[in-house]
């Protein structure tokens, strides 16, 4: 930051204005895709495009935001990529075609890649060393928060005015960001430009693999994943992809993606433990709403107030976790907020049809603490690693790891979810006791004769009630199976926590060494 220049608070904001607008459209436009599936002519599983088509932008793009930022400049890359966003959300609201919408959505996947990484290693830079815990606290406001505010967001505007708004509504913010960068953001002296020749081979192997690898996770649950060919040949092409990419960018002169920064234990270490926080975040985010509507009847609207807690926790202790960083040190931080979150799960694995707002509330406010400890101390402690010179290629990295870990929670989760309901039912059905079962038959048969039914549609329909309850037992200890797993994940990654320094030190991106 240069002197007399703009304020590291006033950089802040006009960099978080394009990340929150490219995190929130991550999850703003789910609970407007039914009203947008009718109106476009596309089924529930065509719509789904509309979601797939950004996530799968971002990932392809994430990890290339470091040369493209050395090939034109960041500040030009930063201020491209916020034009092509705002033109593309008006496109989406202007789409009268499912085609037009998914391509009008890639277009604002691939410019949201670039406005969730850049400001990242921005902020590093505008924030003085004894404040890099701040600054990571505030991009993590973003970053964390947004998603879970989406819904809600997208739910209201939806209900006021209707789908297209969700995306109308960035284009008055996406202008005020163009006019507030090109005032107020410029690149750094030390950012070299770079215009060697483009690494075409590892791009075309990073674009095949991470893009197979995405499409499974996507369209793998919906698809009995490997018992279909579809999901065989999308694996294949993901190891293939993903092998070719790996080894051309390790042992190529000029790479498109520094791979070489994976080689920093700390910026390794904490960037896989970032990566399960995504998993288990992305994840739980996806089933809850099911549970909270599916089985306790909640409306869309509900369900995203009822999530709420989470989000509130995270804005109180984001920037305290920031300014905590300091003191505590990234070990401390890191293990306090994996039991917070441990735990926050935990107690979530108790639930019932009878669960009320506080039971549901207070393990998300456990949660919100633990991720805003962990995201804090976790993304400082990582780029501290690295030279400033490749801060925004490690960027890059850092969130690409992320996305492509929130996509594998979600995948998880899904499946998880459908199996252990049929392995719960079977279980459930077998240890019924049959004194009990009869009693509940007649109990049920005699109530559906009482309605006017003949004895064998009476018996019909009662068994029909009792496999539904079998069912709902069975779902509610599914979600209570998963929600045991993820706690277990956090605490099994906790040993990664000894390969992060015990003390903050210095955080000084221009002295680390990768």
């Known amino acids: 930051m240069s002197e007399g220049g703009p304020g590291k608070w006033v950089i802040a904001g006009t960099v978080m204005i394009g990340n ?141 005015y209707s789908w297209p708004w969700v995306f109308y509504i960035n284009v008055p913010i996406g202008v005020l960001n163009l006019v507030m960068v090109q005032r107020l953001i410029e690149d750094p002296p030390y950012l070299e430009r770079n215009r060697a020749p483009i690494d075409v081979t590892g791009l075309g192997f990073m674009i095949v693999g991470l893009g197979a690898l995405q499409l499974m996770l996507e369209e793998g649950e919906r698809n009995d994943w490997f018992e279909s060919g579809f999901i065989v040949r999308l694996a294949v092409l993901a190891a293939i992809g993903l092998v070719g990419f790996v080894w051309r960018e390790l042992t190529t002169r000029r790479p498109a993606v520094d791979l070489s920064i994976l080689g920093n234990v700390r910026f390794s270490a904490a960037t896989f433990m970032g990566g399960i926080m995504g998993a288990g975040l992305s994840g739980v985010l996806f089933i ?42 990234p070990q401390l931080m890191v293990g306090v907020g994996l039991a917070c979150i441990a735990w926050g799960y935990w107690d979530l694995a108790d639930l019932t049809t009878d669960t009320g707002f506080w039971d549901l509330a207070w393990p998300q406010v456990w949660q919100g603490v633990g991720f805003s400890l962990l995201f804090a101390a976790l993304s400082t402690s990582a780029l501290a690693a690295v030279r400033r010179e490749r801060m925004t290629a490690a960027t890059g990295l850092y969130n690409v790891v992320r996305q492509v870990m929130g996509s594998i929670g979600i995948a998880v989760t899904a499946t998880m979810l459908t199996h252990g309901q049929a392995a719960y039912h079977a279980i459930l059905a077998e240890d019924m006791r049959p004194a009990a079962a009869r009693r509940w038959l007649a109990m049920l048969t005699a109530a559906a004769g009482r309605t006017g039914a003949d004895p064998l549609a009476a018996h019909q329909r009662a068994l029909e009630l009792l496999d539904g309850q079998v069912r709902t037992q069975a779902t509610v200890l599914a979600y209570n199976h998963i929600f045991a797993f993820v706690a277990a994940a956090f605490v099994l990654v906790a040993p990664l926590t000894l390969l992060l320094p015990r003390s903050s030190g210095t955080e000084r991106p221009d002295v680390a060494v990768d």
């Open 288 to 329: 809850l709403p099911l549970f909270l509507q599916n089985l306790l009847g909640y409306t869309a609207m509900d369900s995203g107030l009822a999530l709420m807690p989470r989000s509130l926790a995270m804005l109180v202790a984001m920037p305290l976790a920031g300014r905590l960083y300091n003191r505590a040190g």
């Open 20 to 160: 929150i607008m490219a995190v929130l459209d991550s999850s703003i436009v789910n609970v407007a895709l039914p009203e947008m599936a009718g109106n476009l002519g596309a089924t529930i599983e065509e719509i789904t495009w509309v979601v797939t088509g950004y996530i799968l932008a971002n990932v392809l793009v994430m990890p290339v935001v470091g040369m493209l930022s050395a090939r034109f400049g960041r500040k030009r890359l930063y201020l491209a990529a916020t034009a092509l966003f705002t033109m593309a959300s008006m496109g989406c609201g202007l789409a009268g075609s499912l085609s037009a919408m998914v391509a009008c959505r890639a277009l604002q996947g691939l410019a949201g890649g670039v406005l969730i990484t850049v400001p990242q290693a921005i902020l590093r830079e505008s924030f003085p060393p004894a404040e890099q815990g701040v600054a990571m606290g505030v991009y993590g406001m973003g970053v964390v928060l947004a998603p879970a505010i989406g819904p809600t967001l997208g739910g209201w505007l939806t209900d006021q």
